[in-house]
């Protein structure tokens, strides 16, 4: 039982991970009805900025705050390039267009910071709390309770602020929003900056527990992804409960069959929910015209 516990809590965390990189994918997917593949690499630039900075002996805030910046610029510069030059694009250019984007980010990481792991320090310390005979690290509470504090924040975002409903309004029909008033423009380069910051919000969470390295993301992407897809890529609640389920099911798979096969494990249940349920197990079916 306490093994079974100890599996638990290591997946919810990893799976919570997930749950931030599947947000973002969903906020750009509900605002654009854009796949952005470039998503895991703001967890990158969060983990790896921060740690470079560090190594400049900077202050962590500044450090933090440092490692933002340097993902807001980048979340301005692939909103550019989607929104502004590629907006209409065929859904398939789209696509690589934001993979091209990821690989470019890639190797700007890899000269900015070269081929090293990188990892940086807890501020809660390596010593973890024994909880029944569980080992918790102090850090995987700090993941939990933030990814419940972006869910909490984005849903008020966007039912309770004009600037989250006009993002809603867009989603739902943009010329009628722009009709009205709503610039979609600084809705769109919100959207980017948002599923930025919650990438780079979960580079930071992870990067005490996993070293990170240049490509990190590529994983992070594909987890995201999953996740998203997995809960039902336009609902906030589903893609953390996909998330959520993706580590879990990752977790449990390394601890009693193999760690070889927990990615197979996990993409195995992925592709049985989109032959069974393709908007995901939380999301609405819709309708459109093609």
Not at 215 to 243: D, H, T, Y
Request: glycine residues 12%; charged residues 10%; contains cysteine.
């Amino acid at each position: 039982m306490v093994d079974f516990l100890q599996f638990l809590v290591a997946g919810l965390s990893q799976g919570a991970i997930y749950a931030l990189v599947g947000l973002g994918f969903s906020v750009i997917y509900r605002a654009t009805h854009i796949v952005n593949f470039a998503q895991g690499e703001f967890v990158m630039i969060g983990g790896l900025g921060t740690a470079g900075a560090l190594s400049f002996a900077l202050p962590m805030p500044l450090a933090i705050l440092s490692a933002l910046v340097a993902g807001c610029v980048a979340a301005l510069v692939l909103d550019l390039i989607v929104i502004r030059l590629a907006r209409f694009a065929p859904a398939l250019l789209l696509i690589i267009v934001t993979i091209g984007a990821s690989v470019a980010l890639r190797g700007a990481a890899q000269l900015a910071w070269g081929r090293n792991f990188h990892s940086i320090p807890s501020p809660f310390g390596s010593e973890p709390l024994h909880v029944y005979g569980v080992a918790i690290m102090p850090q995987v509470i700090l993941i939990l309770v933030t990814t419940v504090g972006a869910v909490v924040g984005l849903q008020w975002f966007f039912r309770r602020t004009r600037f989250g409903q006009a993002m809603l309004a867009a989603a739902i029909n943009p010329t009628a929003a722009s009709l009205v008033g709503i610039e979609l423009r600084h809705v769109y380069t919100a959207t980017f900056l948002i599923a930025g910051l919650l990438g780079m919000i979960a580079g930071l969470l992870i990067t005490p527990l996993a070293m990170v390295h240049f490509e990190s993301g590529l994983a992070f992407s594909l987890k995201g992804f999953a996740a998203a897809i997995l809960g039902g890529l336009g609902s906030v609640p589903g893609v953390v409960a996909g998330g959520l389920l993706l580590g879990v099911v990752e977790s449990l798979s390394a601890g009693y069959v193999s760690s070889a096969y927990k990615d197979a494990i996990a993409f195995l249940l992925i592709i049985v929910v989109l032959l069974t349920r393709p908007e995901g197990v939380f999301g609405r079916r819709s309708t459109g015209r093609v």
